[in-house]
């Protein structure tokens, strides 16, 4: 990755893949959880305005 020789930090290609695919998997499952908040606050919102 471009900023790791800056560091001091050298990865092979696979650990550039491997990293590349926790950040992927992260930021699927970050979106996921805060998509599932948000729709279950959006709904009480509205069960609690129509009672």
Do not use: K
């Not at 699927?28 to 805060?34: A, G, I, K, W």
Request: proline share 2%.
């Amino acid at each position: 990755m471009g900023g790791f020789p800056l560091f001091g930090l050298h990865a092979t290609l696979q650990e550039n893949l491997l990293i590349g695919l926790i950040f992927t998997a992260v930021s699927l499952v970050r979106s996921y959880v805060l998509r599932r908040a948000f729709e279950a606050f959006r709904i009480r919102q509205l069960s609690g305005n129509s009672g």
